[in-house]
């Protein structure tokens, strides 16, 4: 299994920018689709972006689009979310996730198909 390990979380202002980070460590990270979830206070953790293993495939959830980029560098064993536009409802916990599965179609957005995951950063949009 990968260990992982994310940053960059903070307090920011809505319509300000974060860049989360996430290192992992421990197997091969290019047989992993990654992913980032989140989990607003009060709520169920959520699905916001994933990458296929090589890079070429993303997808994210409605409403980010347009706001948030992932990404990843596998020589360099990272996966980042690039945050833009920040709103105050895009508070969260932000989990970094991998997902061994080779039917990244089918399974980007479903939870129980990540079995590798990071301790959370915390975001916070102030308005």
């Known amino acids: 299994q990968v260990q992982l390990v994310e940053s960059g979380g903070g307090l920011v202002q809505a319509g300000g920018s974060l860049n989360l980070s996430c290192a992992a460590s421990?197997?091969?990270?290019?047989?992993?689709?990654m992913g980032w979830f989140r989990q607003p206070p009060g709520k169920e953790r959520e699905f916001v972006a994933a990458?296929?293993?090589?890079?070429?495939?993303?997808n994210y959830a409605d409403s980010v689009k347009g706001r948030l980029t992932i990404a990843r560098e596998n020589a360099k064993n990272t996966v980042n979310l690039q945050m833009n536009t920040l709103k105050p409802e895009d508070t969260a916990i932000y989990y970094c996730?991998?997902?061994?599965?080779?039917?990244?179609?089918?399974?980007?957005?479903?939870?129980?198909?990540?079995?590798?995951w990071g301790q959370g950063t915390q975001v916070t949009v102030s308005s």
């Open positions: 996730a991998a997902n061994p599965s080779t039917y990244y179609s089918r399974t980007y957005y479903n939870t129980p198909s990540y079995t590798s």
């Open positions: 421990g197997d091969t990270f290019s047989r992993y689709a």
């Open positions: 990458i296929s293993r090589g890079g070429g495939i993303t």
